[in-house]
């Protein structure tokens, strides 16, 4: 997912050519109060002339309480985003009164009500506490999203590369995602020219859980698209692992076993998982039932 400043049109009309699977145009923290409407105008126009191809379009609106999130949603519905985000979420009731909004906005432009997501943004203690109750708050949240710099400063914490001052909320963020049946993503890695920071942030993001993670640069975009392409021998893992459970229901075996290691219901997902992403990225992976 890579940000893009609502209020830069050289980068708003180039979006799509970096690789990204998501573009999150933003209108909150990339832009000075000054600028909110002129970068909502340019968001709006954007959306209505780019086309964006290949990519899932996601807006980042202002937050409740800020004096801005009716006209950003009044705006940009109309022109059907997969998803807004909103931000500083920090309960349920916040998703709630965003949803019903864009409900209305929907309405008002003949659009059948849920048809753009929410993407929320928890990025306070009380956000991250509350995660689950967030991403079960209504059935327009696809997914949720970390951000870590507005979290770390809430918690009175020092922002670090290794991410120890995190750790937990990445962790729980995961588990209230997974628990609701939802996306989560992890937020980005800031320093542009760690190369090597990048690739082992990513990395854990994945291991952990992760569906993906967001950049606010495009020369992250690659690194992060190869921490989150199943490797070769990942890849062929999964395929012997489907050939063995095929192999055993031909036998009638009741257990299967692969390389010494029963397989069970776990790595079997897990390797079907790997499978529907190398062939969603045209990796050659093997359709299995």
Request: with cysteine.
């Amino acid at each position: 997912m890579l940000f893009v400043p609502g209020n830069n049109p050289g980068m708003l009309l180039n979006a799509d050519v970096y690789g990204a699977d998501a573009l999150i145009l933003d209108l909150e923290d990339a832009v000075a109060p000054a600028e909110k409407d002129a970068a909502r105008v340019l968001v709006r126009n954007a959306l209505s002339a780019c086309g964006y191809q290949g990519c899932e379009i996601i807006v980042r609106i202002n937050p409740l309480g800020s004096g801005y999130t009716g006209e950003d949603i009044s705006a940009i519905v109309p022109l059907r985003p997969d998803m807004l985000m909103p931000t500083k979420v920090s309960d349920a009731g916040a998703i709630r009164e965003v949803s019903r909004m864009m409900a209305e906005a929907e309405r008002e432009s003949g659009l059948a009500e849920g048809t753009v997501g929410l993407l929320p943004l928890i990025e306070t203690a009380a956000g991250v506490e509350r995660a689950y109750e967030i991403a079960a708050a209504d059935p327009r949240v696809k997914a949720i999203f970390l951000g870590a710099e507005d979290l770390s400063s809430d918690l009175q914490a020092i922002r670090s590369k290794p991410g120890g001052e995190i750790a937990y909320a990445r962790g729980r963020m995961v588990m209230a995602a997974r628990a609701a049946g939802v996306d989560v993503y992890d937020t980005p890695f800031t320093d542009v020219n760690d190369e090597e920071g990048l690739r082992q942030d990513a990395e854990l993001a994945r291991a952990l859980g992760f569906t993906g993670k967001a950049v606010i640069s495009p020369r992250h975009v690659e690194a992060v698209n190869q921490a989150f392409t199943p490797g070769e021998g990942e890849i062929r893992y999964a395929r012997e692992v489907m050939d063995a459970i095929e192999e055993g229901k031909r036998l009638g075996r009741g257990a299967v076993s692969l390389r010494g290691k029963m397989i069970d219901k776990p790595i079997v997902d897990r390797a079907l998982r790997v499978l529907e992403t190398a062939r969603a990225l045209g990796l050659g992976g093997a359709e299995h039932e």
